[in-house]
C-alpha cells in the first residue's frame, strides 16, 4: 500500500490529499459538503479519473448526511441536485458519471426505506467504489505482466498512479507491479505540460516507491524511443469509447503517433468503469478547455505575451488503430476493440 491516500473517509468528512501543493507540500483538506468536493474536482486538488469518480461518490454521502429531511423523497431531491452540481464538475472522464450513476440507482432502488438507512446505504456504495477501484487497479497491474518484459524500459505520460486513483494506479500500477514482481524497469515520464502531473505528480510517487525513473519535457518522446529505445508505452484513459478510442491527457496522442512511428507498443491501462459502451466513437467524448493562465502562466510569472491567445484542450483522443491493446481488470482487449471491448464489458466488466 502506499503511505498517502489520494482520499479517505475520516467519519463525517472527506479527506483529499491537496494535489496542486505536491511535490513541495503535502497536505490534506477536509470537505465536509457536496459544494466543495465539485469545486475540489474542478481546481484539481484531486485528479485522475477513478479518483474523481471516487471523490464524487463521497461527494454524494455527504449531501446525504447534511440534509435535513425527515422524508425518504425529500433526502432524494438534495441528493438529486448534489448529484446535478458534481456531473457539472468535469466532463471528460467517464468514471465521475458513472460513479455518480451508481450511487443514484442504489438510492432510486432503496426510495422506501427510511432517511438513515438510505443515508448509511449511500455511504456504503461510496465507500463500495473506493475498494472495487484498488482491486481492479492491482488486477490491471497482473493482468499486464505478460505485455512487460525484464528489463523494461517504460515510457508514461501524465499521473496514473496511487493519486489519480483511490490506490495503486492503473498505468502505473502495471509498473508498480513489474517492479514488486523483481522485473527491471526504468520509467519515462513525460513531464505533461501544463499542469506538470508527470513531473509532479508521477516522479513523487516514483521516488517514494523507489521506482528507477527520469523525467522528460513532452517534446521529447519521440527522440527518447530513437536514442534510448523504449520497449513500451502504457498510459491510463479517462473515457474510452465502444471503438476503443481512448481519450486521455493532451499529449497522448502525439505519443501513439510516435511510438506508432517507432514500432513501439502503445497500451491504454483502465479500468472497466472507464469504458463508455454508450459511445461509439471518440468523436463523441466532450473534451474539457482549461482556463489560459495554465498556458500563460507558470506559477505567477507569465510566460506568454499578453494579446497571444491560446488554446488550452485538457484532453485528447488516441484513434483506436494506434493503441496496441486496452489493459482492463477484466481482461486485455485487442483489436478490433467494437468485439474485444463488447465481449469484455459482457463478461462482467
Ligand atoms: O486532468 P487530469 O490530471 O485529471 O488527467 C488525468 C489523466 O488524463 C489520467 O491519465 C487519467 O485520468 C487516468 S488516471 C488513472
Given at each position: 500500500m502506499a503511505i498517502f491516500r489520494s482520499l479517505e473517509w475520516s467519519g463525517n468528512a472527506l479527506r483529499l490529499l491537496d494535489q496542486r501543493r505536491l511535490p513541495s507540500e503535502t497536505r490534506y483538506v477536509e470537505l465536509y459538503d457536496p459544494e466543495?468536493?465539485?469545486?475540489?474536482?474542478?481546481?484539481?486538488?484531486?485528479?485522475?479519473?477513478?479518483?474523481?469518480?471516487?471523490?464524487?461518490?463521497?461527494?454524494?454521502?455527504?449531501?446525504?448526511?447534511?440534509?435535513?429531511?425527515?422524508?425518504?423523497?425529500?433526502?432524494?431531491?438534495?441528493?438529486?441536485?448534489?448529484?446535478?452540481?458534481?456531473?457539472?464538475?468535469?466532463?471528460?472522464?467517464?468514471?465521475?458519471?458513472w460513479a455518480i450513476q451508481r450511487v443514484m440507482n442504489k438510492v432510486y432502488a432503496n426510495h422506501e426505506t427510511t432517511c438513515d438507512k438510505l443515508r448509511d446505504l449511500i455511504l456504503q456504495e461510496a465507500h463500495k467504489i473506493a475498494e472495487e477501484d484498488i482491486r481492479a487497479n492491482r488486477q490491471i497491474g497482473q493482468n499486464a505482466q505478460p505485455l512487460v518484459p525484464n528489463p523494461a524500459r517504460i515510457l508514461h505520460h501524465c499521473n496514473?498512479?496511487?493519486?489519480?486513483?483511490?490506490?495503486?494506479?492503473?498505468?502505473?500500477?502495471?509498473?508498480?507491479?513489474?517492479?514488486?514482481?523483481?522485473?527491471?524497469?526504468?520509467?519515462?515520464?513525460?513531464?505533461?505540460?501544463?499542469?506538470?502531473q508527470g513531473a509532479r505528480l508521477s516522479a513523487w510517487e516514483l521516488n517514494q516507491l523507489g521506482i528507477p525513473h527520469t523525467?522528460?519535457?513532452?517534446?521529447?518522446?519521440?527522440?527518447?524511443?530513437?536514442?534510448?529505445g523504449i520497449d513500451l508505452c502504457v498510459v491510463g484513459a479517462d473515457r474510452i469509447a465502444a471503438n476503443g478510442d481512448a481519450a486521455n491527457k493532451i499529449g497522448t496522442y502525439?505519443?501513439?503517433?510516435?511510438?506508432k512511428a517507432h514500432g513501439v507498443p502503445f497500451y491504454v491501462a483502465a479500468p472497466t468503469s472507464t469504458i463508455d459502451m454508450n459511445i461509439r466513437s471518440g468523436d463523441e467524448i466532450?473534451?474539457?478547455?482549461?482556463?489560459?493562465?495554465e498556458i500563460t502562466h507558470v506559477g505567477k510569472e507569465r510566460i506568454v505575451p499578453e494579446g497571444s491567445p491560446v488554446l488550452n484542450f485538457a484532453f485528447d483522443v488516441t484513434p483506436a488503430h494506434l493503441i496496441t491493446a486496452i489493459i482492463t481488470e477484466a481482461g486485455i482487449a485487442y483489436p478490433p476493440f467494437e468485439e474485444s471491448l463488447a465481449r469484455l464489458m459482457d463478461s462482467g466488466g
Open positions: 466543495s468536493v465539485a469545486e475540489a474536482i474542478r481546481s484539481m486538488v484531486i485528479r485522475g479519473a477513478p479518483a474523481i469518480g471516487a471523490a464524487a461518490a463521497y461527494g454524494l454521502a455527504l449531501a446525504a448526511l447534511n440534509s435535513p429531511a425527515v422524508q425518504t423523497s425529500d433526502l432524494i431531491r438534495d441528493v438529486e441536485k448534489a448529484a446535478d452540481l458534481l456531473r457539472n464538475s468535469r466532463p471528460t472522464a467517464v468514471n465521475l458519471f496514473t498512479g496511487s493519486l489519480a486513483t483511490v490506490d495503486y494506479g492503473t498505468a502505473l500500477g502495471i509498473v508498480r507491479c513489474a517492479f514488486e514482481s523483481g522485473k527491471q524497469v526504468h520509467v519515462y515520464l513525460d513531464e505533461t505540460r501544463p499542469r506538470l523525467v522528460i519535457v513532452d517534446g521529447a518522446s519521440g527522440f527518447v524511443m530513437r536514442k534510448i502525439n505519443l501513439a503517433l510516435a511510438a466532450p473534451i474539457e478547455e482549461r482556463s489560459a493562465e
